[in-house]
């Protein structure tokens, strides 16, 4: 590692922001706790660039989070200045150079002096015949790549941040990086990290894991909801980061929120896949290991992570445009709301169909008729019985916009035409918009130069070639990460036994990755572990979640804090915008697994 005498530490970062449309009052909060050195902001989840997509296709000088700019730094930013807090921010979106120009007018405007970085070279949609001519597919589907994209963006990684950092950046914007790189940055940047210090860079990484997501690490989210007081006042999460890469997370002090080890660890567990091989651009990290320890209420300590070559390919996140999409949304109330709006739904659908065949338009590509009340979500499991209020949710894509503009004055006619007690919030006709579909690949680092332009200047800097090979590593495909024991045998007792809700033994969190949806369950108690590990087999959960899960289920240990993790495939319907179903993210997966009947020892005091 490149230590100095000036090396500090400790490195106080503060996460303000968990995606593009979390509260403000995050910033404020940490900025004016006086308690951080830097300010990190995460905007991009990848359902977040297909809506920048949309944004960008209608008004080309949008295309990045302009709440970055309009709600945090026109209130904050002579105070951050005051304070000598730096900020790393991906609010730069697709338009990197449009959100710094934004924030350098607004210090303008202020009267104040902030040198702004721009790190992008990102954008790889001019590549995209060569990306075709190569046969490149989707990672997920292995579908072949569109004619056309909108957007084709390549995951960055985090020394950018840290050169721009380096050479006196007060404020580094990005496009496209990974989550945690606006954290790892300034990590990178204080402590002198190279590229081969992996079990740093992999600390580092699972620091900003931990807090890219916001009150999620703090008790937003967390299972145990009851236990987290004042959600009004929830403090956004700080790390203290030593210069190995372990951490302690704690928040604001007089905040609200839960600062404790189960909320980490579902944080920990949140949208990863195989916790030995989570491939980052910089590190591929191993989490298996990672202990996590309260050293009071107030802080809790992560140690742990370690890291290895992370090969030489970026993940690219692409969009492309499929058409147009609608939904139209009804209330229906009364006996048998159920079959009233099932009913109304499949009217629509059929009144349309009949106009689509009439102009000699094709049918929708796709269309759904779901209901929300009727615990539609939990399939086979639902115990709704007879619900007296529903919400019917109609969605339908089409490739003619005019085929879905008719649709939309179809939904408001349902209120006078078939079922008593039809009503709805009054919202007026549905919109049409552009249905744009998220994609994923890998592609050579080798054709994706990272760059580093000042806003105030104009200059524009670009790695030597020595330091992207560096950045771009040697190895091909990270090396495989050695084997761990499973759990122990379970011996179950003798004697008589009890089924419970899995959420009497375990905490969980869940998301997703295009179609693939993650469950991590993190055992109650140590002891728990074996069984869960004997009972909650691959198949079962498949099969608990087959009405939603259309592939295989993979499941992971994690010893070092006493947790599985699922990886469920083809489980979102398409995931992100793809989806029609009211959960395209997988965000109540976890809680419909925890109801799963689990048998245990009638002894066991639960």
Known sequence: MGMTATTPSTVRIGGASGFWGDSPLGARQLVRSGE???????????????????????????????????????????????????????????????????????????????????????????????????????????????????????????????????????????????????????????????????????????????????????????????????????????????ADGSFVLRKPAGTGGLIAPAPVAEQLLYEIGDPGAYVLPDVCCDFRAVRITALDDQRVHVSGARGRDPGHHYKVSATSLAGFRCTGTLVLVGMDAPAKARRTGEAILTRMREHLAEQGWPDFTRATVELLGAETLYGPHARAGQSREVMLRVVVQHPRKEALERFAREIAPAGTSWSPGTTGPGAGRPSVSPHILPLAFRWPKAAVVPTLDWCDTGEAWQPAPATVAVWQSSQALPMPAPALPEPAPWRAPSGEHQAVPLIRLAWARSGDKGDIANIGLVARHPHYLPLLWDYLTPERVQSYLAHLVKGPVERFHLPGIHALNFVLHEALDGGGPASTRNDPLGKAMGQLLLELPVPVPQAWDL
């Open 36 to 242: 951080i050195d830097y300010l990190v902001f995460d905007y991009l989840a990848e359902t977040t660039m297909a809506i920048l997509a949309g944004a960008r296709l209608k008004r080309p000088e949008l295309g990045y989070a302009t709440d970055f700019v309009d709600s945090v730094m026109a209130e904050l930013l002579p105070e951050i200045q005051q304070r000598g807090i730096k900020v790393v921010a991906n609010a730069g979106g697709m338009n990197p150079r449009g959100c710094a120009e934004a924030v350098q007018a607004v210090a303008a405007r202020l009267g104040l002096r902030v040198r702004v970085a721009i790190v992008a070279g990102d954008d790889v949609s001019s590549q995209w015949d060569a990306l075709r001519a190569a046969d490149v597919r989707d990672m997920f589907s292995n579908a072949p790549l569109p004619a056309k994209a909108l957007s084709a963006n390549a995951y960055l990684g985090a020394f950018p941040i840290a050169r721009a950092l380096d050479e006196g950046a007060d404020i580094v914007i990005t496009g496209r990086v990974v989550d945690s790189a606006v954290t790892l940055g300034p990590l990178i940047h204080a402590f002198g990290w190279q590229a081969t210090d992996f079990d740093a860079l992999a600390g580092g990484s699972l620091a900003g894991h931990i807090i890219e997501c916001g009150c999620q690490a703090t008790g937003g989210l967390h299972t145990d909801w009851l236990d987290v007081p004042d959600w009004p006042h929830i403090g956004y999460p700080i790390i203290d980061c030593a």
